[in-house]
């Protein structure tokens, strides 16, 4: 907590108080361009004119609306992905992998614990894997490849938990799928999923919209901790069952109604949402529109090159 008192605050804050010299260094610094730049001083108006624009109109129930913004559409992607990130299994694994170990498994209490605390080792070093690729390869490719990777590993869970205790194989199986499941989750569905629903909300609702999705997260958090212990007594391994089955579903889903958000602004995609009436189409834009990204130093240079020859051939 201490180190939050280090970290630069948002430039979108500093333009809604009105400290724009501010809101210009913290974009220079994320763009690396020089505070003056026409790139920064050309987002710095757009925050202002997005800002102002939206002030004093959000209401809470526009959310449960559809209209040209298509918030209600927004807000279901929001709400799906924290849906899926709780009902695909990661709760049940990080809260209940001892147990799995030690009675589907046969496992003795302390080998269950030792390899409890080595699956979520493991699932802090997979995160790794998020950090170097959400912006090489996009939300999308990430999310999808999380939900199919955690669906084959609930599905081979499940058929390797139905052997006897006594089929060394099977178990062996079971903890490598566990693993592989922990591997699999973070890519996607342990920062992509909060990251994503920030970008897709409005800026006039985005905290709404944000905080009424991530507290669906903690809902079916509480779901999963509750029906877990009931379910694996009553049904046992076909327990795993429902988890595939919503795995499954997140590739689906993901290809057909999530749009990309990769490098595009909040305002490039406020515009995407509000250009095309049809989610496919919204869809379609995001993946092939083109990108209206910060100029780089080189373009800002190639620019001023310009100017400097139109002025000697005026001279």
């Known amino acids: 907590m201490s180190t939050t008192f280090f970290l630069p605050e948002s430039p979108r804050w500093l333009v809604r ?14 763009q690396d361009l020089p505070s003056d730049s026409d790139s920064v ?8 004119y997005t800002l102002e624009s939206s002030r004093d ?6 959310i449960f609306t559809m209209g040209h913004e298509k918030l209600f559409y927004r807000f279901l ?25 030690q009675e589907n498994l046969g496992l003795s209490s302390q ?12 699932k802090f070093v997979s995160c790794f894997v998020a950090f170097f690729t959400v912006d090489r390869f996009g939300r999308r490719a990430l999310l999808m490849v999380s939900g199919g990777g955690m669906a084959l590993c609930m599905m081979s869970l499940c058929i390797a938990t139905s052997f006897p205790e006594t089929n060394k194989s099977a178990s062996v199986a079971a903890v490598f799928f566990i693993f592989m499941f922990n591997f699999f989750i973070p890519i996607g569905f342990l920062g992509a999923n909060f990251l994503y629903c920030t970008e897709v909300a409005p800026i006039r609702l985005r905290m709404a919209m944000t905080s009424v999705s991530t ?9 999963v901790t509750l029906l877990t212990p009931v379910a ?19 590739p689906i889903s993901v290809f057909l109604f999530y749009p990309e958000t990769m490098g595009r602004s909040l305002e490039e995609l406020e515009d995407i949402f509000r250009s095309n009436e049809s989610i496919f189409k919204i869809v379609s834009a995001s993946r092939h529109a083109p990108i209206k990204g910060a100029p780089t130093v080189e373009d800002e240079k190639l620019d001023i090159s310009e100017e400097l020859v139109e002025v000697a051939k005026g001279v």
């Open 77 to 101: 992607l929001c709400f799906f992905l924290q849906f899926a990130q709780q009902m695909s299994g990661g709760n049940l694994i990080s809260v209940y992998s001892t147990i799995i170990f």
């Open 232 to 250: 694996m007594n009553s049904i046992g391994f076909r327990y795993y069952i429902v988890y595939n089955c919503i795995g499954m579903v997140i």
């Open 41 to 48: 001083r050309h987002e710095i108006d757009a925050n202002s």
């Open 111 to 122: 080998v269950s614990r030792i390899l409890s605390g080595g699956t979520l080792t493991w």
């Open 215 to 223: 507290v669906n997260h903690w809902l079916w958090n509480l779901v």
């Open 17 to 30: 108080q009105n400290h724009l010299q501010e809101a210009a260094y913290a974009l220079s610094a994320l």
């Open 57 to 62: 109109t959000a209401k809470f129930r526009d």
